[in-house]
């Protein structure tokens, strides 16, 4: 009932818009209507006429009739190791392996080249390459951009994922529109709901929508400000669904009617209306907080069940340890216990410290009361009971200790056990859990300088040690660096030097960790040891223990000694077992990046005058650009969805069978992936196909592989099968005099054209050539990493530093250098083509960077393991492995006498043959017979 | 044809070198200076001196002595556009006295005695104003033209526009403070959508300037000449078979190149060579000038040697004087305004004055009432700068701000018209300097958007 309501206003709405549009468009945008009528990409498809010409494939017959009108003719076939390298680049970004070349080589019988394009399209590696070339162009980026801070988008990988799989699947093309566009309202799921893997892969791939950059996680300016930020996420990816999808510049209609296109203003708020109530700019979720939990039946429980025997393992392993260092601590010169087995804490305990008039503090703890702030026993440990507010406050034991130990050697030290970062289990765990020495002074009306230590123990970074504190003498003298975990016992301990020279050291689970910092005798008066409450921290310990070395007794020091020897020795092995533990745990399965509505009931879109969003003009219902001629449409809102149904009725609107849209959207997505296989599009401008983009080259050609597409229920593989078994495919890439003279920028494919590999296939190759290619194939990115120089660079001392480039982080501020001199885009908005450059820089990086100078080595040691000692042998795998053909006679001499040269060059060093090796193989990186595709 | 083919083959024709960029000029040709609006072009470089953050206007360039008057009183003049709109105060007072400086009477604050030496020489704007209260987008406006990250500098632009004088040396070239980045880090030299090759190349510190500048110490020289023919020799092989591609042979001669940039780059930054006045002019016997005068004293170094664009930055962004405004710029003052002056001056006396624009500007101005107790916020409504050299107006004072100083009243230049305007005045013609991306050809002041206009006051 709702959708056909829905529907009606929505169809009123457009004779409205309509109407409203004739009235107030400019006589450009008049102009722009007229020309649209006609404009080739915005019509249906239509099949053409298949060209006379004789040829090999039916593709070849529009090529070879177009070349025939300019007295050209195709080249003939290229070499079979020329082809499968093609091919391999082409289908999976990766080299042919020796395996793979010598199989097609040696195959004589009919159907060889084919079989061996069929090999290569099921391999894994054909998704990530052409996954690869979707995320450029669907702005892919593990981070929000936007800001400085460029954060990190987590779970962005899933996407990345998602659209791999969907390649190396054949997913439909039109299907795989639909589930990014609008993955959530086809799977019917509401969160809560138990998940299929279908529905899984639905919410994943919604993350499309949130591709583009936003800032709104962190924008901290005035309310206007905030609202441009959220905008400017909805306007963005607006940007990419129209240059990935429509092949238009939609984004140059938002603050008036396009200059070029027939967009109008009104046509961009409306699409916008479609994507609103997504991006409700009244209703919005940060990215951070768009994550939804969807798992299969049973998936959270068997994680759980795992999880919590590993926190019983780790629990039990820091009893243990706990115990046994318990058992085997000798202890010192008992000055002060608390175990907490009483009721009350009235005589050692105080909110007042020792020496001082007035309460640490307002309001000053209560003790033995649960009021915050309190302090209680309870179960035989002590709550601190913080109940937020502002200010500093403190308990102090009633008792004063000397803080200074009276000889050189001897020590005075605090501890206590931690049991828990919070009071009850749903609590929030306090951030810090801070306790005090020389406790003596809250407001300064002391005489005596000095003393209140506060250390301001940090679970999860270092912990500060401030001096004097709180008040405006508080002052840090240094950092511990042990994290404050429940479950360990912390303290620190004062040992004298010197004359008047002290340190302060960390103790954890009774042992001296990390640096001393270094103390004088005027900061350490006498005083009490205290727990510090803040911030609404809350937390729980144990055990109270003040003690003092006891080294007039032979017999305690002796036992001590032997105490800190086995304590390394333990704690080594405690350590080690903890991290195994750790290592077996996995995040919590299920969470992922969607989007979806705020809403099911779409709110008012209003046109932003002049694009601005402080000046909202008339209310804008969704409706289809008129000059798609939607008259003809019906807008469909699905019945029965939690959403608002928009978002999914224009991505049936755009996938719509024998529609001007969709027909548009089939060219566009052709003209990319041949654009992939030849380098450059058939129309140059993939981004643009509007009545201001580059006319196609062989125009019939690419409304017949457009329409074989459709025909195919738009799978990439058999089209990609059609165009890499056409003769235009595996022409030669020699020029020819004829062609030189008639089409020198090879437009009409006289010859395939040379091309050099792209960033991600040149270090891909790289790492597959040295013999060192991981086989990661999903999951959470690689990290890369900032120099201290600046260089981005990946770790290669991290567990998959060597998976393929389409694996590593892809944060927008931090492109691998390497990488970004190949022209790998730092993705702004998306990139639906990318520069091809040639500049020193690029020299500069295979000569001396460290992942060239790397992979060099690893090459040249894969030549020895896989040929041994002979160097002619090695010459030629290394000349297949990065051309995919055994040198020429002149290749094999020039090598011979360059690695000949070469140990001459290094005759001081042992391994001067080592080093000759290295250099060769560098070298052959730096060749154009590797960086090109011919 | 298709202009991004043309594009590309322009440079890769013509990269016989360069780090940073190769001319494009001669093939954009006569499309570069359209019939309306013709460059003069008497400027071949420019040195922009970043001041990050946002230098107060009315505390150095811009005398208001309403605030004083108005001091801890609210703010007569109805609302302000305040970023961080919690922290709003009264009115905030400008302790630092001004003075007239030069022939031309430039009035500019005590702080700046060394630029009120140079008055004579600049032209100060103090009627700027930008689009963004916020750091981040105000800084891509300024640098390039547009509010969203990762389009291509005005350094980019005007390489790909002008290209390079010198194949041995990047022509664009980035000197970031030795103690860390920039706000906006990498950002503020990015190229964007246009090719790599028009980045800026950041000179670090230490013997390796440029990331794998330097060959691997185990290397030996012998060893690498070697190499270097081995390359070659393989490279001239496979290039034997397309002869008529120009991207190989480009290549190929890359490689000689980036040989010869090894010794081009530390020879531009060694300053042993400078005489022991220069070294005081530029305040290198002062621990508070030394690094700021060593980078500025690079810079012309540099422009002496063909680099197109030269960008000096500081770390962080030292201007934002969210607190402590009048104490902060006392010591930003302090570092910066001998060794900026001493640059201008300095290419004055050498000839070089004309040739060369040195721009003084941050990304917005701040605002005349307090945030807290003692600091000001940001303000895109007003903020001064100064320019000199190339083409610009000595001694010139251009347009105003109201009585506070928070909004640009007279002779408003805002950041598309500024850039306009340098364009110009190093020949090129902002309406023709452009390159396709997102379906369109874009540009560094995108006049369509920004109806952005040369400003003819501002040119000598």
């Known amino acids: 009932m709702d959708a056909v309501v829905s529907l009606r206003r929505m169809q009123l709405a457009l004779i409205i818009f309509g109407l409203g549009l004739l009235g107030r468009t400019t006589a450009i945008a008049v102009d722009h209507q007229k020309a649209a009528a006609t404009h080739w990409s915005f019509q249906p498809l239509k099949t053409p006429l298949i060209p006379a010409e004789k040829a090999k494939s039916t593709l070849d017959r529009f090529v070879a009739h177009d070349l025939k009108v300019a007295h050209l003719s195709l080249s003939p076939e290229a070499d079979r190791p020329t082809l499968i390298r093609r091919v391999a680049f082409v289908l999976t970004g990766l080299p042919p392996t020796i395996e793979e070349i010598d199989l097609f080589v040696s195959d004589r019988k009919a159907g060889a080249y084919e079989r061996m394009v069929d090999r290569f399209l099921a391999s894994p590696h054909y998704g990530e390459r052409w996954a690869k070339i979707w995320l450029d162009a669907a702005g892919y980026a593990d981070s929000n951009g936007y800001f400085n801070a460029d954060t990190d988008r987590p779970l962005a990988w899933r996407y990345r994922d998602y659209v791999i799989r969907s390649f190396n699947r054949d997913k439909p093309f039109d299907q795989f529109v639909r589930e990014q566009l609008a993955g959530d309202e086809l799977s019917g799921w509401k969160p809560g709901q138990s998940a299929t893997p279908e529905i899984i892969e639905l919410l994943e791939a919604t993350h499309f929508l949130r591709n583009g950059q936003d800032g709104s996680g962190e924008s901290d300016g005035n309310p ?101 260092v318990v058992m085997n601590r000798p202890a010192g010169k008992i000055l002060f216990a608390d175990k907490f087995d009483g009721t009350s804490l ?74 828990k970062r919070k009071l009850e289990d749903k609590g929030k765990d306090a951030e810090r859990v801070a306790y005090f020495i020389a406790l003596h002074d809250f407001d300064h009306s002391s005489q005596v300088s000095g003393g209140n230590i506060l250390l301001d123990g940090n679970p999860a970074g270092a912990t500060s040690v401030q001096i004097e504190y709180p008040g405006p003498s508080a002052k840090s003298i240094g950092e511990f660096t042990a994290h404050y975990k429940p479950g360990q016992n912390f303290g620190v301990r004062v040992t004298r030097t010197g004359e008047d020279k002290f340190v302060l050291e960390h103790v954890v689970d009774g042992a001296v960790e990390g640096k001393a910092i270094e103390l004088k005798g005027a900061d350490l008066p006498d005083g009490g040891f205290g727990f510090e409450y803040c911030c609404g921290r809350s937390f729980i310990v144990d055990n109270v223990l003040i003690e003092s070395s006891n080294s007039a007794d032979p017999q305690w020091l002796k036992s001590n000694e032997a105490f800190q020897t086995n304590f390394a020795t333990k704690r080594k092995s405690f350590e080690d077992a903890s991290k195994a533990i750790t290592a077996k745990r996995t995040p919590k399965p299920g969470r992922i990046a969607w989007m979806s509505d705020s809403d099911p009931i779409p709110p008012e879109v209003h046109l932003l005058k002049r694009g601005n969003h402080k000046t909202p003009g008339a209310i804008v219902e969704p409706a289809f650009p008129v000059f798609f001629k939607p008259d003809r449409e ?153 120099t201290p120089e600046g260089e981005i660079t990946v770790d290669e001392s991290k567990p998959e530093a060597f998976a393929r480039s389409i694996f590593l982080q892809h944060r927008r501020t931090q492109v691998p250098t390497f990488l970004a001199n190949f022209d790998a885009p730092s993705i702004v908005f998306n990139c639906t083509r990318r520069a091809q450059t040639t500049m020193p820089l690029q020299s500069l990086s295979l000569l001396n960077s460290e992942f060239a100078l790397k992979r060099a080595e690893d090459f040249a ?74 | 044809m298709n202009p991004f083919q043309m594009t590309r083959r322009a440079f890769l024709s013509r990269s016989a070198g360069s780090l940073g960029g190769i001319a494009l000029a001669h093939l954009l040709g006569p499309s570069l200076v359209s019939a309306t609006e013709k460059p003069r072009g008497k400027a071949k470089a420019i040195i922009s001196l970043f001041q990050h953050g946002g230098p107060s206007q009315m505390d150095l360039f811009d005398q208001k002595p309403e605030l004083n008057k108005w001091a801890g009183k609210p703010y007569p ?53 930008t689009e963004s209260v916020d750091h981040e987008s105000a800084l891509r406006i300024i640098h390039t033209g547009r509010f969203l990250a990762g389009l291509p500098t005005m350094g980019s632009w005007v390489l790909y526009g002008l290209g390079s004088m010198n194949e041995n040396l990047p022509a664009y070239v980035v000197l970031s403070d030795p103690g860390g980045l920039p706000v906006d880090g990498e950002r503020n030299w990015s190229s964007g959508f246009l090719p790599a090759v028009y ?26 000449a070697n190499q270097l023919e081995f390359i070659k020799h393989i490279n001239q092989r496979h290039a034997a078979l397309f002869p008529e591609n120009t991207e190989l042979t480009a290549r190929i001669s890359n490689f000689e190149t980036a040989a010869r940039m090894q010794t081009a780059v530390p020879e531009a930054l060694d300053l042993s060579s400078e005489s022991a006045a220069t070294k005081k002019l530029y305040g290198l016997d002062n621990p508070v000038t030394e690094e700021y005068g060593r980078r500025c004293l690079v810079a012309r170094r540099l422009v002496e040697r063909g680099v197109r664009f030269v960008q000096l930055f500081l770390n962080g962004q030292p201007w934002d004087t969210h607190d402590k405004n009048a104490e902060r710029l006392k010591g930003l003052c302090a570092k910066t305004d001998q060794p900026s002056a001493a640059l201008v001056r300095d290419l004055k006396s050498r000839g070089l004055l004309d040739s060369t624009v040195v721009l003084w500007t941050g990304e917005f101005g701040r605002l005349p009432i307090s945030q807290g107790k003692d600091g000001r916020d940001h303000n895109r409504h007003a903020f001064s700068l100064w320019v000199a050299g190339g083409g610009f107006k000595s001694g010139y004072v251009h347009g105003a701000t109201d009585d506070f100083g928070y909004k640009s009243v007279s002779d408003v230049v805002n950041v598309h018209d500024f850039h306009a305007t340098l364009l110009h005045t190093l020949g090129l013609d902002h309406r023709a300097l452009t390159f396709p991306h997102e379906g369109r050809p874009s540009s560094l002041t995108d006049p369509d958007v920004t109806d952005a206009k040369i400003v003819p006051a501002l040119l000598a």
Request: charged content about 25%; hydrophobic content about 35%; aromatic content about 10%.
């Open chain 2, 199 to 224: 980045q800026g190349t950041p000179f670090r510190s230490g013997d390796s300037p440029v990331f794998n500048l330097k060959t691997p110490g185990k290397i030996p020289a012998r060893a690498r």
């Open chain 1, 224 to 324: 206007d400000e905030v609202r441009t930020d959220r905008y400017y996420a909805l306007e963005s990816e607006m940007q990419i669904i129209g240059s990935s999808l429509l092949g238009m510049t939609v984004q140059c209609a938002k603050c008036h009617d396009h200059k070029f296109e027939p967009i109008t203003q009104k046509d961009y708020y409306a699409f916008q209306s479609f994507l609103y109530p997504a991006f409700n700019i009244e209703k919005w979720t940060k990215p951070q907080d768009r994550i939804v939990q969807a798992n299969l039946p049973g998936e959270l429980e068997s994680w759980s069940s795992a999880d919590k025997k590993l926190d019983d393992l780790q629990t039990e392993l820091k009893r243990d340890f706990a115990a046994w």
């Open chain 1, 634 to 786: 019906t807008l469909k809102v699905e019945p029965g969805l939690t959403t608002s149904g928009r978002r999914l009725a224009w991505a049936r609107w755009i996938t719509e069978t024998n529609s001007p849209q969709s027909g548009l959207l089939a060219r566009v997505t052709v003209n990319r992936i041949w654009q992939n296989c030849f380098g450059t599009g058939l129309v140059s401008t993939p981004e643009n196909l509007g009545l201001s983009g580059a006319k196609p080259a062989h125009p019939e050609l690419l409304e017949w592989v457009a329409s074989e597409f459709v025909r195919g229920d738009w799978k990439q593989k058999p089209l990609l099968k059609t165009i890499l078994m056409s003769g235009t495919f595996r022409q030669r890439s020699l020029p020819t005099t004829e062609g030189m003279a008639r089409d020198l920028s090879n437009r009409l494919l006289w010859r395939f054209p040379l091309q050099r590999l792209d960033a991600e296939s040149i270090r891909d190759a790289m790492l597959a050539a040295s013999g060192v290619l991981q086989s990661k194939t999903n999951g959470p990115y690689v990290p890369t990493t900032r």
């Open chain 2, 77 to 129: 003049g109805g609302n302000l556009e305040v970023h961080f709109d919690k922290q709003a105060g009264n009115v905030l007072e400008a302790p630092y006295k001004f003075g007239r400086h030069g022939q031309c009477g430039m009035e500019l604050s005590e702080l700046l005695p060394h630029t009120g030496s140079i008055a004579d020489d600049i032209t100060l704007i103090r009627s700027m104003n």
């Open chain 1, 861 to 934: 040691a894969r030549l020895k393991r896989e040929c041994g000692a002979d160097d002619a042998k090695r010459i030629d795998r290394a000349f297949l492995l990065i051309s995919g053909k055994h040198p020429e006679p002149a290749d094999r001499n020039i090598a011979a006498q360059f690695l000949t040269d070469q140990r001459a060059a290094y005759a001081d060093k042992p391994d001067a043959d080592k080093y000759a090796w290295a250099d060769f193989c560098q070298s052959l990186f730096a060749a154009n017979h590797f960086l090109y595709l011919q």
């Open chain 1, 346 to 419: 009235q005589g050692r305990w105080s909110n007042v410290a020792p020496g001082d008039n007035t309460p640490g503090g307002t309001p000053p703890v209560n003790l033995d009361s649960t009021q915050a702030p309190g302090a209680v026993i309870k179960n035989g440990q002590l709550q601190i009971v913080e109940g937020g507010g502002s200010g500093d406050r403190w308990i102090s034991t009633t008792q004063s200790f000397h803080w200074k130990p009276a000889a050189t050697g001897e020590w005075i030290q605090a501890s206590f056990d931690l049991v």
